[in-house]
């Protein structure tokens, strides 16, 4: 091998070092990427299964409300039969008593805006539920593709160092900005795309 022939192969040697430290760049930025994709995924994920299961158990808080409510009705109902065949003041007054305590009781069985717990203000902190759990799950499938194309990334980029196919580099980094729009889109406009 002649000297002119060593230098070439040595300025060769030097100019895929040089590339093989971009790709290695690549690499490390894409593992960043995707090291923070798979947090906000996981964050969104148990969110998701947070505001399911308060959800469920708001709505059924709401159910045996709306039974109690629906017993202290009827017993009402009943109160204002007896009442007809109620024949002396005193028992009138006591049963019309206790149909007027039923009712007041079915009415905040309704709506309890103090306390938060009528029938009403459950079913309306139930959907907020189911709305946070639905916004949790879409961020989270966006964030799942994310990671998906950095995962992808990553395995090109390395393939470029074994391979010297340039090309699977930017693939690799078309990929990169995938997931970065992704991620973004999970964060800030995650019902854009409806992905479940």
């Not at 717990?117 to 907020?128: I, S």
């Not at 759990?133 to 992808?152: G, M």
Request: charged share 20%.
């Amino acid at each position: 091998m002649s000297a002119h022939e060593s230098m070439e192969h040595a300025e060769h040697a030097e100019h895929a070092s040089g590339s093989n430290k971009k790709i290695a760049l690549l690499i490390a930025v894409l593992a960043l990427f995707l090291a923070i994709s798979e947090t906000l995924g996981k964050g969104a994920q148990t969110e998701s299964i947070s505001k399911n299961v308060e959800g469920a158990n708001l709505w059924a808080f709401f159910q045996a409300k709306s039974i109690r409510r629906t017993v202290v009705q009827t017993a009402a109902e009943q109160g204002k039969l007896t009442l007809g065949f109620a024949t002396d003041d005193a028992t009138k007054a006591a049963v019309q008593k206790q149909i007027d305590d039923w009712t007041k009781t079915a009415a905040r069985y309704r709506s309890e805006p103090e306390t938060g717990e009528g029938t009403e203000q459950l079913a309306e902190k139930a959907k907020h539920a189911e709305h946070e759990r639905d916004e949790a799950t879409a961020k989270y499938h966006h964030f799942e593709l994310a990671s998906a194309a950095f995962q992808i990334g990553i395995v090109l980029a390395s393939a470029t160092i074994i391979t010297g196919m340039i090309a699977l580099a930017y693939v690799a980094g078309i990929l990169t900005l995938a997931g970065i729009f992704m991620t973004a889109l999970g964060l800030w406009m995650p019902h854009m795309l409806h992905l479940h």
